[in-house]
């Protein structure tokens, strides 16, 4: 439609004159002055104080169509302003009125000027006749810009055309996700858990999608759906997380129409606090107990959900810190982890947690039987691996004539190996507790540790997140870098067996090396920078990772960077000084 033609369209349905009509007149008339008056006289404002005015505006040399639009856009906006007024009054027929409006208005849609107040009507009318819907629906430039309250009443029978608008926003949510999981920053203090829960619903995608759910119950549904279907088909956890936010979004704004029918809203709500203080206390521990336990007969539906958001690894992260604290509280206390109620809790919704994918897979909802041999058998063998550690922490302040040849242990119990493989929760429990000796930096536990991650269940120890938090703690043994052996154990005895066949794992090795080359041994950096160079077939981000540990290379050749002090830290899980008994020797966890 050409520029003109959609200024006027839709005014001689409404049988008012536009550009066509005044061209025909002039073209049949004998006298085109007395026809220009008479049809500025039938189509001007007509007011009657009004003609002795005009002629006094062309004494000053205002055009008429600067005055008419003027006025014109000063009545649209009064317009607009009223029909505001009139949607947020108490009148019984107000929405009456706004549709006698519509039905006058809307032949107007197309032309520029009038359109925004055919779209102010629209946004107003909680139910917009169905046959306007449609039509809006079908012109893609009246869709474009339709206000969201009337998209949402379009999209709520479209689900075709909701997902395509939801759809580029869930990829950039995981782009956003993968994208702060190889953030250059590389820090045991700022990583991929620091922020808030608060302050992640303030990204874009999460107040986009709360927007464009408003208070609509339906939509909500279908962006769960979305998500499980997804979660589904890629295992990607990163959709759990968003599940949980957008609840917490919706509940941060009051929206009471979606918060009081969604099953899982006050198990996210306690979780959620859990979230923020990266720890679940007691106290909240019987609160999300009393959730799980009252999952009545017949809605065991729910259950599908709660493991999506127990799956979330901020959810994840924040059971397993507190597992690792009860079972120092419980050293403490010499205690068996059996006799916690609260640690029996934790690795209950863990495993819910980790389950998340079969149960929704299977549609069996049916909470998974928690193998009780990661209590009596996989946690007392990490326990003896904290024994032998402090057995040798005590052999070594003896007096040289007191001490034994016991050299530092480097194999791993069976027990504890084969678990790492078999089970999921005891293999999420083991990755944390290298993470927590890597804390401690202890250099002999972590030699030890390492090269028993090799193989782990479903190579839990290769994916993202477990390499994103382990580099970050990897800087605070930056000095060790400088011996062949502990080089030899990081990167021959685990990162460099995968690099190869997981792209990931050649990633974060290379974000690794960016931070901490110089303090790498000189000529096994030579070795590794021939083994890390990226085959053809890399990715691009791999390729210009290498590049950028290239060039600081032959930076740092021309001129050797300054010493730097570690940063003094908190390590969030405090030790606890643990009472030894010649029978029991334990270290803090």
């Not at 203090?189 to 829960?197: E, G, K, V, Y």
């Not at 597992?323 to 059996?338: A, G, T, V, W």
Request: with cysteine; charged share 25%.
């Amino acid at each position: 439609m050409s520029k003109e033609r959609k200024m006027f369209a839709g005014l001689p349905e409404l049988g008012i004159s536009n550009g066509e009509d005044l061209k025909e007149t002039l073209t049949n008339c004998t006298e085109p002055l007395k026809a220009i008056d008479q049809f500025q006289m039938e189509n001007g404002i007509l007011l009657p104080t009004l003609q002795s005015a005009l002629p006094f505006l062309d004494l000053h040399g205002t055009p008429r169509l600067e005055f008419h639009q003027s006025v014109f856009d000063e009545l649209r906006d009064k317009l607009m302003e009223r029909v505001a007024t009139i949607a947020e009054g108490k009148e019984e027929d107000r929405y009456g009125k706004l549709e006698e409006l519509l039905e006058k208005s809307f032949p107007l849609v197309k032309m520029p000027s009038i359109q925004p107040v055919v779209m102010q009507v629209l946004k107003h009318l909680p139910k917009v006749p169905e046959k306007k819907l449609k039509l809006v629906m079908a012109d893609k430039e009246l869709y474009k810009v339709c206000a969201v309250e009337v998209k949402r009443q379009i999209w709520q029978d479209n689900q075709a055309l909701f997902g395509d608008e939801v759809s580029p926003l869930l990829k950039q949510y995981i782009v956003e996700k993968e994208a702060a999981l190889f953030s250059s920053d590389l820090s045991i203090l700022h990583n991929f858990f620091s922020p808030s829960p608060k302050t992640r619903r303030q990204g874009e995608v999460v107040l986009k999608l709360t927007q464009m759910i408003g208070k609509n119950v339906k939509l909500y549904d279908m962006v769960l759906q979305f998500l499980r279907t997804l979660f589904l088909r890629t295992r990607n956890v990163h959709y759990c997380t968003l599940r949980a936010e957008l609840l917490m979004s919706l509940h941060d704004l009051d929206i009471s129409e979606i918060c009081s029918v969604d099953p899982c809203h006050k198990f996210t709500w306690c979780l959620d606090a859990c979230i923020r203080e990266k720890f679940v206390d007691g106290k909240r521990a019987r609160e999300l107990q009393g959730f799980l336990d009252g999952v009545k007969k017949g809605q065991e539906q729910v259950l599908g959900d709660l493991s999506m958001i127990l799956c979330d690894p901020f959810a994840c992260n924040t059971l397993v810190l507190s597992i690792m604290r009860n079972l120092q509280e419980l050293l403490s206390q010499d205690s068996l982890p059996r006799d916690s109620p609260d640690l029996m809790l934790l690795l209950r919704m863990l495993s819910l947690g980790q389950g998340a994918w079969d149960m929704i897979d299977s549609q069996v909802f049916k909470e998974p039987r928690l193998d009780l041999e990661v209590v009596t058998r996989f946690l007392p063998a990490m326990m003896s691996v904290v024994v032998d550690d402090h057995t040798f922490t005590v052999e070594q302040k003896l007096p040289s004539e007191e001490k034994s040849s016991l050299s530092y242990p480097t194999a791993l119990p069976e027990t504890f190996n084969r678990y790492l493989q078999e089970n999921r929760v005891a293999c999420e429990m083991g990755l944390y507790y290298v993470l927590h000796i890597a804390k401690l930096r202890n250099k002999n536990a972590l030699q030890r540790l390492l090269p028993g991650l090799v193989e782990t269940y479903n190579d839990m120890a290769f994916g993202d997140i477990f390499l994103h938090l382990l580099t970050g703690h990897l800087t605070l043994l930056s000095d060790e870098f400088g011996t062949e052996e502990f080089c030899s154990v990081v990167f021959d005895g685990f990162l460099l067996t995968s690099f190869s066949s997981k792209e990931n794992v050649h990633r974060h090795t290379l974000r690794m090396l960016l931070h901490l080359h110089h303090k790498v041994l000189p000529s096994y950096m030579e070795t590794l920078m021939k083994t890390l160079e990226p085959p053809k077939q890399s990715s691009e981000p791999v390729k210009e990772l290498y590049t950028q540990l290239t060039e600081k290379l032959e930076a740092q050749k021309k001129s050797p960077p300054p010493l730097e002090e570690t940063p003094s830290l908190d390590l969030g899980l405090h030790p606890v000084t643990v009472p030894t008994t010649a029978s029991t020797p334990t270290t803090p966890l």
